[in-house]
């Protein structure tokens, strides 16, 4: 029997509880990536799949999970979903983005996604960033920007894994123009019934560093305070990079000052404090070329400082997405993605990964998932967590990672539980026909015995339990009421 593939972070969160009186204090909850691509193209709009854009795979999903992320923006351009104002979205096109959100989220992964087109529908292509041609509000009306959300929400409302980040950097316009559209597709967003968390941006490129200023055509600090949402459930997103004119253009460090990017994001944090608001760090970056030891290579101490600055900051800070990674950049300066990912030839994980690493997601123990399940891809439970699984009638597959906890709850169909821990370290037992396998590193599986034999594998063995004539077996085994080892 094949065993199921191992996924480092391919189950997050569903339901909190907290047990007791314990205190649950704010955590990050985001960490991961920007996957770029579908974005791609800006001047061929709109476009040829394979020639001027590509949408990321299962590859990229897979790596960056196994690295210990949980959550991708996938850009896209809105010329593509919707090739028309007020058409319907385009069924190739969705189809392509459905492949991505669905793999994504089936291994536990939130997807932010953004229309990557600055506030802007069919711009000049010369100037697709900043031109007058195709601006939301005054040539291409707010009703067609708010189209575009009620229908992306209505396809997407079922999955409540799927983020919805209303525009990649507005730029080049009135603030009050842009509050007023992004209430626009707020309604439409919500009159769908659509619950999902919503990113609101800010004008000026989504500057964090900017957030207070006035000379961009009304300052973001006061122009969004007048954004609506009903359900209040959405937040703030903002860029920050880290050269001298703030735009992730050039490959040096502003002053090589590895507090930089506190210090541009701190106005920001504040103003959150100050408002009761959240926020989201959408993109940012250094250069790989800058993380090491030489006296220009602060890149490192730069992030980490930055990371750490969001987590103590997390009653505000949601997370966190790097820009970028993507099957297209090559050498890109900013680059998470290593040569020929996937490959037998693939190359080193890139610098920055490093650095990332530990400001990524961790588990506690005072956590609980609860998860239905509705189909046959893996659902794992991380090492620190508690989960409640109910199964469904066909088959079910579940990656219980070392140090874990999982109760499988009316489990009716066919099932598969692969334990990533080695048989010998287990006691079983059991209470009426629920079996327990329990380790010394807090691994805990409670599983019900049924008529129908159910597969458990362990790294050195695969066992099946079953009711036959009334006992409840363990291979040839008779499960006894008090613990005994396994083999």
Same mark, same amino acid.
């Given at each position: 029997?094949?065993?199921?593939?191992?996924?480092?972070?391919?189950?997050?969160?569903?339901?909190?509880?907290?047990?007791?009186? #314990?205190?649950?204090?704010?955590?990050?909850?985001?960490?991961?990536?920007?996957?770029?691509?579908?974005? *791609?193209?800006?001047?061929?709009?709109? !476009?040829?799949? !394979?020639?001027?854009?590509?949408?990321?795979?299962?590859?990229?999903?897979?790596?960056?999970?196994?690295?210990?992320?949980?959550? $991708?923006?996938?850009? $896209?351009?809105?010329?593509?979903?919707?090739?028309?104002?007020?058409?319907?979205?385009?069924?190739?096109?969705?189809?392509?983005?459905?492949?991505?959100?669905?793999?994504?989220?089936?291994?536990?992964?939130?997807?932010?996604?953004?229309?990557?087109?600055?506030?802007?529908?069919?711009?000049?292509?010369?100037?697709?960033? /900043? /031109?007058?041609?195709?601006?939301?509000?005054?040539? +291409?009306?707010?009703? =067609?920007?708010?189209?575009?959300? @009620?229908?992306?929400?209505?396809?997407?409302?079922?999955?409540?894994?799927?983020?919805?980040?209303?525009?990649?950097?507005?730029?080049?316009? &009135?603030?009050?123009?842009? +509050?007023?559209?992004?209430?626009?597709?707020?309604?439409?967003?919500?009159?769908?019934?659509?619950?999902?968390?919503?990113?609101?941006?800010?004008?000026?490129?989504?500057?964090? %560093?900017?957030?207070?200023?006035? %000379?961009?055509?009304? =300052?973001?600090?006061?122009?969004?305070?007048?954004?609506?949402?009903?359900?209040?459930?959405?937040?703030?997103?903002?860029?920050?990079?880290?050269?001298?004119?703030? #735009?992730?253009?050039?490959?040096?460090?502003?002053?090589?000052?590895?507090?930089?990017?506190?210090?541009?994001?701190?106005?920001?944090?504040?103003?959150?404090?100050?408002?009761?608001?959240?926020?989201?760090?959408?993109?940012?970056?250094?250069?790989?070329?800058?993380?090491?030891?030489?006296?220009?290579?602060?890149?490192?101490?730069?992030?980490?400082?930055?990371?750490?600055?969001?987590?103590?900051?997390?009653?505000?800070?949601?997370?966190?997405?790097?820009?970028?990674?993507?099957? %297209?950049?090559?050498?890109?300066?900013?680059?998470?993605?290593?040569?020929?990912?996937?490959? &037998?030839?693939?190359?080193?994980?890139?610098?920055?990964?490093?650095?990332?690493?530990?400001?990524?997601?961790?588990?506690?123990?005072?956590?609980?998932?609860?998860?239905?399940?509705?189909?046959?891809?893996?659902?794992?439970?991380? /090492?620190?967590?508690?989960?409640?699984?109910?199964?469904?009638? @066909?088959?079910?597959?579940?990656?219980?990672? &070392?140090?874990? /906890? =999982?109760?499988?709850?009316?489990?009716?169909?066919?099932?598969?539980?692969?334990?990533?821990?080695?048989?010998?370290?287990?006691?079983?037992?059991?209470?009426? =026909?629920?079996? &327990? *396998?329990?380790?010394?590193?807090?691994?805990?599986?409670?599983?019900?015995?049924?008529?129908?034999?159910?597969?458990?594998?362990?790294?050195?063995?695969?066992?099946?339990?079953?009711?036959?004539?009334?006992?409840?077996?363990?291979?040839?085994?008779? +499960?006894?009421?008090?613990?005994?080892?396994?083999?």
């Amino acid at each position: 029997m094949e065993k199921n593939k191992f996924n480092l972070l391919s189950a997050i969160i569903i339901i909190f509880i907290v047990f007791g009186t #314990s205190i649950l204090y704010a955590q990050i909850k985001y960490t991961g990536v920007n996957i770029a691509g579908a974005e *791609f193209g800006e001047s061929y709009l709109p !476009g040829i799949y !394979g020639t001027h854009y590509i949408y990321p795979t299962s590859v990229e999903i897979d790596y960056y999970i196994s690295k210990g992320m949980n959550t $991708f923006r996938l850009p $896209f351009r809105w010329e593509r979903v919707q090739q028309s104002q007020f058409a319907p979205l385009d069924a190739t096109e969705l189809s392509r983005m459905d492949t991505f959100v669905d793999y994504a989220t089936a291994q536990g992964a939130y997807v932010i996604i953004e229309p990557h087109n600055f506030q802007r529908y069919y711009p000049d292509p010369t100037n697709f960033q /900043s /031109s007058e041609q195709g601006l939301v509000g005054t040539e +291409v009306p707010d009703a =067609a920007f708010a189209d575009l959300w @009620g229908k992306l929400a209505n396809h997407y409302k079922e999955n409540s894994r799927v983020i919805f980040n209303l525009m990649n950097e507005p730029n080049t316009m &009135s603030t009050e123009l842009l +509050v007023r559209a992004e209430n626009a597709a707020i309604v439409a967003i919500r009159n769908t019934e659509a619950n999902n968390l919503i990113l609101v941006p800010g004008n000026q490129w989504s500057g964090a %560093w900017a957030w207070n200023e006035t %000379w961009y055509n009304g =300052a973001n600090a006061e122009h969004m305070l007048d954004i609506v949402d009903p359900k209040a459930n959405l937040a703030f997103e903002v860029h920050q990079y880290m050269d001298d004119d703030y #735009s992730g253009s050039l490959t040096g460090i502003s002053n090589n000052d590895p507090m930089i990017g506190v210090k541009r994001l701190t106005n920001f944090t504040d103003w959150l404090k100050t408002h009761h608001l959240k926020g989201f760090l959408g993109e940012f970056a250094v250069a790989n070329s800058k993380i090491g030891n030489a006296a220009d290579e602060v890149g490192d101490e730069v992030i980490d400082n930055m990371l750490s600055y969001l987590k103590e900051n997390a009653d505000v800070w949601i997370g966190w997405t790097w820009w970028a990674a993507g099957p %297209w950049w090559g050498e890109y300066q900013f680059t998470l993605e290593p040569l020929n990912l996937g490959q &037998s030839n693939q190359g080193p994980d890139r610098a920055a990964m490093l650095i990332l690493q530990p400001h990524m997601v961790l588990p506690s123990s005072t956590e609980k998932e609860i998860k239905v399940l509705t189909g046959t891809s893996p659902y794992t439970v991380l /090492s620190g967590y508690t989960a409640d699984i109910y199964g469904c009638e @066909g088959q079910n597959n579940v990656i219980l990672q &070392s140090g874990a /906890s =999982a109760r499988l709850i009316n489990f009716v169909g066919n099932n598969e539980v692969t334990v990533q821990a080695d048989s010998g370290l287990f006691n079983v037992s059991r209470s009426g =026909a629920s079996v &327990s *396998f329990k380790d010394s590193n807090g691994t805990l599986l409670v599983i019900p015995a049924t008529k129908t034999a159910q597969t458990i594998i362990f790294n050195d063995a695969i066992l099946t339990i079953v009711i036959d004539d009334n006992q409840v077996m363990l291979d040839n085994l008779i +499960v006894n009421l008090t613990p005994d080892p396994i083999l």
